[in-house]
């Protein structure tokens, strides 16, 4: 008897209380992961170009390229694009090559990238009488 009087209470509480979660909180069980940047600087030669390998750690992640540097002239334009890499090779993304010249912001942005290595070349548009170097930073998750 005394079990059917603790049931009914507990059975009634659940009731009144409406199943309601406001002012209630959730934690998430892990932190959201960082953004990595990754500083990458070389030289491409005269028709040449220039790749780096990095890897995106969450499905769906997004990934921008930044030309920070380049010359000489320091206000020259180069390629840039994103790639895969396949057998050591960077195969650049459909559309994924632009004109660009130095800057402080990213020239190059996607979203919906899955996990796996990637790709940043740096390459001669054309325009180049001598070897450029160059630093471009890439942020990925």
Same mark, same amino acid.
């Given at each position: 008897m005394k079990r059917w009087f603790v049931c009914l209470g507990?059975?009634?509480?659940?009731a009144c209380s409406g199943g309601s979660n406001a002012g209630s909180s #959730? #934690? /998430?069980s892990s932190p959201p992961l960082a953004p990595t940047n990754e500083v990458f600087t070389g #030289? @491409? /030669?005269?028709?040449?170009?220039? =790749?780096h390998a990095f890897? @995106?750690?969450l499905s769906n992640g997004q990934v921008t390229a =930044?030309? =920070?540097a380049a010359g000489p002239p320091p206000t020259i334009a180069m390629g840039l694009g994103i790639g895969v890499v396949?057998?050591?090779v960077c195969s650049l993304?459909?559309?994924g090559a632009i004109l660009a010249t130095p800057g402080t912001s990213p020239q190059w942005a996607a979203t919906n990238f899955s996990t796996g290595t990637y790709c940043v070349a740096v390459f001669d548009a054309g325009n180049q009488s001598a070897d450029v170097t160059?630093?471009?930073t890439v942020t990925h998750y």
């Amino acid at each position: 008897m005394k079990r059917w009087f603790v049931c009914l209470g507990l059975l009634a509480y659940a009731a009144c209380s409406g199943g309601s979660n406001a002012g209630s909180s #959730t #934690t /998430p069980s892990s932190p959201p992961l960082a953004p990595t940047n990754e500083v990458f600087t070389g #030289t @491409v /030669p005269v028709g040449g170009s220039a =790749t780096h390998a990095f890897s @995106v750690r969450l499905s769906n992640g997004q990934v921008t390229a =930044t030309l =920070t540097a380049a010359g000489p002239p320091p206000t020259i334009a180069m390629g840039l694009g994103i790639g895969v890499v396949s057998n050591g090779v960077c195969s650049l993304l459909n559309n994924g090559a632009i004109l660009a010249t130095p800057g402080t912001s990213p020239q190059w942005a996607a979203t919906n990238f899955s996990t796996g290595t990637y790709c940043v070349a740096v390459f001669d548009a054309g325009n180049q009488s001598a070897d450029v170097t160059y630093s471009v930073t890439v942020t990925h998750y």
